[in-house]
């Protein structure tokens, strides 16, 4: 063998049946012992595990391979195990490459025989690739230690305090005038029954002062370009009117504005003034002006809210201003919606005033609500003596609505049952329901209590109509347990809408360029082992942005998706691969056809000497421009041309 | 406009005053319905009962004498339409029962003829606006409930026209092209009882007197309908009602075509109405409707 074929070692994996049960791999080792460059081919039965590695890693030291092929299981499971193991024997990481032939091979093919030879096919390759392989290095590439966290709801907050209390500063972005969230319109929370406001406003007024967060309401991100360590964003702060700094939220303002609109805070249940202040504990604790409700400010129409301001707070001459800010790292909280009552068919429409959704029962029962917490029905302000509460409307139907479960739900309903029933002890409150999940801690006996203690009425089946007669809602259902149908003459009904995440999630995913699923809730990683991030480094997800979830489960994915932060900034500095684009200078022609093919504009035509050249540290490797240059004089590293046909060769079986 | 009609059996024998109204209303619109030179009973829901492809060689024998006479085929009777709708859609669905169907009637149906309603055509083609102005009788505010029955309901997926099969309104408003007050109440898509008269008459008295309980307490003078076993029940058992529920006030109930023939100003002689069991001249005398 000459010193240009190498000294390639093949180390085959059984992956116990996996690879072993479809492919000879005893067989494959031996043939590969005669293929040129090979000096070293052996099979194993776990290659991962330590004495595999072992085997490896005395090859290279022993038999002086300047090249290793793992033929085993995905690179995306461990090719950085075997280059670790590789660089710690002594050989260049890049020198060290995986032949599938799991998923690739064994796993999708039936006949033995035929398994075998692709699987040598496949090899051999590879083989060819690391033969042409450079010994590269890691770059380094600067990364900024500056977090933006997209979203100010309790994950979203919760993340921001991790990772501003590790030390890092944070950019916390929230499209309406104050952080909160939906956390902030609920009355009480399960199952300890804690008054929502009360232990939220704590975290609130924490991000407020805190000298790491740099807190944007009533903001919203425009654009992000770049990757890891280095993203380049873009966001519009929309004018307040109002300047944060100078109002005391005394409140003079709103009393005198004309303007009288539904207010979103309360699900629409009361009204607020143009200018407003969504909840008094609001952060920043100042009031707004909402330009669209507003009588007129380009002409100024009406100017009482500024001469009633004696802070001299009102600015109706606030511009927007987009602020551009660098950031390592992106938490991606954006919370959740509700599916649309007037959506759910026959359950009442939207139409009945007395048919509501579970965040404007939480407005009613809050004692900050349009009732100021006295339980009262909306269409005529009796006080409602029969209730009738809906499980799963929307969720759970594959048919006519949306196939998942919503998870918070069984909770929250027996939540609003019980604390209905406090407030009227002598009404009766009913649910219909098809199962009952109450998996968390304390949630079992949370909901036995509802049922023990308050006498509500559990009915497991479900509701076919609701609709208005008299003065009643009348509910048809059925109770599946003992058989009967079941009508009720309800004052009030209640009904469990669906999660869903909330508007503008799929416009803010095609901006961040990272994946949704068929419903707009954010993809993870990976379902089991990676929930807090997305498939795109630096992006790392949080609350129920990213699937139905509660509070719980929202704050402990925020912590989990701040430590992810943390990590990525608590290293010394980051590695990108260095599989990168490089440019023939004597091949390039200037022609630029590549630059604007590159999704990371890594690529730039240099006017002055006539040709393109690359910013190592943006290219990612994608290989795009490679393929769009007509001289070829754009090559990646590792996966050059050369490289590529030889791969092909060896693996199509052809005469070299 | 002409257009092929399947009459079906109830139509020719039972319920003649509803084919009749139906052909003479029709044609005052323009609309000539043209009797199918073959046909036979459609099977009557029964056919689809089981998987078997032998059932369905009675309906599909009337598509396929559809087919011959042109693109489309409208009928009265909403049963017979849900059937056919239905059986049109295995055919164009299901290979094996296609192959099977055409082998055994000896013909080539694709699934390609287009099954409508009545009231769908009048609703789309002829359009209510153009019944407004052909009105003549106008029915002067009669306050009039809408009985939809099931069969133009469900399955809504197969042959609901509707935009919201939960909460339909073609009829209403073709009532309210009439000139008549439509009443809204909840029950106005909800079975009648159907063939239970048959094996549980108290059963099927019981859903119907619901029906016409919540029609007459939203404020309804007159009920129409567009089944024929939808009017039976809710006509027929009106005697057993007033036993068993004391206060019950009889209904008349119409078929929907029989009104539209009224309010368009035409012959209602032949429309029937000896044959019902509450009698409707009362009613339709007083407000100058018909003469006695």
């Known amino acids: 063998m000459t010193k240009a074929m190498g000294r390639i070692g093949v180390f085959i994996c059984h992956c116990g049946t996996n690879i072993a049960g479809t492919v000879d791999v005893e067989k494959l080792a031996e043939n590969l012992r005669s293929y040129p460059g090979v000096v070293h081919s052996v099979d194993y039965t776990y290659l991962c595990s330590e004495p595999g590695q072992s085997l490896i890693k005395e090859a290279i030291a022993g038999k002086g391979l300047d090249g290793v092929v793992v033929a085993a299981c995905s690179p995306s499971l461990h090719e950085a195990t075997f280059r670790r193991a590789s660089e710690e024997a002594g050989l260049n990481p890049y020198r060290c490459e995986i032949a599938n032939i799991r998923e690739q091979c064994s796993w999708v093919h039936e006949d033995k025989a035929e398994a075998t030879h692709k699987a040598e096919r ?15 290095t890691p770059l380094k590439v600067p990364l900024t230690r500056r977090a933006l966290v997209i979203g100010g709801g309790i994950a979203g907050i919760q993340a921001a305090l991790d990772i501003a209390n590790s030390g890092y500063e944070v950019v916390l972005v929230e499209r309406g005038p104050s952080i909160g969230g939906r956390m902030a319109q609920l009355s009480e929370t399960f199952p300890t029954l804690d008054c929502s406001q009360c232990i939220l406003t704590p975290k609130m007024v924490e991000v407020g002062r805190h000298p790491n967060i740099e807190l944007l309401t009533y903001s919203a991100v425009l654009e992000a370009l770049g990757y890891v360590g280095n993203f380049k964003v873009k966001i519009l702060k929309k004018p307040r009117y109002v300047i944060v700094e100078k109002c005391t939220a005394c409140g003079k303002c709103t009393k005198v504005c004309p303007v009288v609109v539904p207010n979103e805070f309360d699900r629409g249940l009361s009204c607020r003034h143009a200018i407003d202040i969504p909840f008094p504990q609001a952060v920043p604790t100042a009031y707004y002006l909402d330009e669209e409700s507003c009588l007129g400010l380009f002409p100024l129409v009406c100017d009482k809210c500024a001469r009633a301001c004696d802070a001299g707070a009102i600015d109706y001459d606030m511009q927007p201003e987009v602020v551009e800010c660098e950031v390592g790292a992106i938490v991606v909280a954006t919370g959740y919606e509700l599916y649309p009552v007037e959506q759910t068919g026959s359950l009442g429409w939207g139409k009945h005033a007395d048919v509501v959704d579970g965040l404007e029962f939480e407005r009613m029962l809050s004692a900050s609500g349009p009732t100021g917490g006295e339980m009262r029905r909306p269409s005529d302000g009796k006080v409602p003596k029969e209730v009738v509460f809906i499980q799963c409307v929307g969720s759970r139907d594959p048919e006519g609505g949306l196939p998942y479960c919503s998870k918070i739900c069984c909770m929250y309903t027996a939540k609003h049952a019980m604390l209905y029933k406090h407030k009227v002890p002598d009404g009766q409150a009913y649910v219909f329901y098809m199962d009952i999940r109450a998996g968390g801690k304390g949630y079992e006996e949370f909901v036995q209590r509802a049922i023990e203690e308050d006498g509500v009425l559990y009915l497991r089946g479900r509701v076919s109509r609701v609709f208005q007669e008299d003065n009643k809602v009348i509910v048809w259902g059925v109770d599946t347990l003992s058989g009967k149908e079941i009508e009720i003459a309800a004052d009030l009904v209640v009904l469990a809408t669906a999660m869903v995440p909330s508007q503008g999630a799929m416009d803010l995913a095609r901006k961040l360029r990272i994946a949704t699923d068929e419903y707009g809730f954010y993809s993870e990683a990976h379902p089991k082992l990676r929930p807090v991030e997305s498939l795109t480094a630096g992006i790392y997800l949080a609350g129920a942005a990213q699937a139905p979830k509660d509070i719980p ?104 | 406009m002409r257009i092929a009609y399947f009459p079906g059996c109830t139509l020719s024998t039972k319920a003649k005053g509803f084919n009749d109204s139906a052909r003479d209303s029709a044609k005052a619109l323009g609309l000539e319905l043209v009797d199918l030179e073959q046909w036979n009973c459609c099977g009557a829901t029964f056919p689809l009962l089981t998987d078997n492809m032998l059932d369905l060689t009675g309906p599909a024998r009337v598509l396929i004498s559809g087919r011959q006479q042109g693109g489309r085929l409208v009928t009265a009777c909403t049963i017979c339409y849900n059937v056919l709708r239905r059986t049109n859609r295995v055919i164009r669905e299901n290979e094996d029962g296609r192959e099977k169907l055409n082998l055994f009637l000896e013909a080539e149906y694709k699934g390609d003829l287009e099954v409508l309603d009545l009231l769908q055509v009048l609703r789309d ?88 309980d919540s029609a007459q307490r939203n404020g309804a003078q007159l009920v129409v309908t567009n089944c024929p076993l939808c009017q039976f029940n809710l006509d027929r058992q009106q005697g057993l009602m007033g036993q068993r529920h004391a206060g019950f006030q009889p209904i008349p109930i119409l078929y929907f075509t029989q009104l539209l023939g009224i309010a368009l100003g035409l012959d209602s002689g032949d429309y029937g109405f000896e044959k019902h069991y509450i009698d409707p001249c009362s009613l339709l005398a007083s407000r100058n409707l018909i003469a006695i």
């Open chain 1, 122 to 136: 496949i090899i051999q390759a590879v083989v060819e690739k690391v033969r042409l392989d450079e010994p590269l």
């Open chain 2, 125 to 212: 083609e002829v359009g209510f606006d153009k019944i407004w102005e052909a009105v003549k009788r106008p029915l002067d505010g009669l306050k009039v409930a809408a009985y939809y029955g099931c069969m133009v309901l469900r399955p809504p997926k197969e042959v609901a026209y509707e935009e919201d099969p939960e909460n339909p309104c073609a009829l209403d408003d073709l009532l309210a092209a009439l000139g008549a007050e439509p009443v809204n109440y909840p029950y106005k898509g909800e079975c009648c009882g159907a063939y239970l008269i048959v094996k549980s008459p108290q059963v099927a008295g019981e859903l119907s007197y619901t029906i016409l």
């Open chain 1, 553 to 656: 489960e929202a704050v402990a994915q925020a912590g989990g998706a701040a430590s992810k932060v943390v990590s990525l900034f608590s290293a010394e500095e980051l590695l990108q691969e260095p599989i990168t684009a490089t440019i023939d200078e004597e091949r390039c022609s200037g022609c630029g056809i590549c630059v604007p093919v590159c999704p990371y504009q890594a690529l730039g035509l240099d006017l002055r000497e006539g040709r393109v050249k690359v910013t190592e540290a943006l290219c990612q490797g994608c290989g795009a421009c490679v393929v769009s240059c007509p001289s070829g004089a754009v090559q990646q590293r590792n996966f050059t041309d050369k490289q590529v046909l030889a791969m092909l060769t060896a693996g199509l079986g052809m005469e070299g």
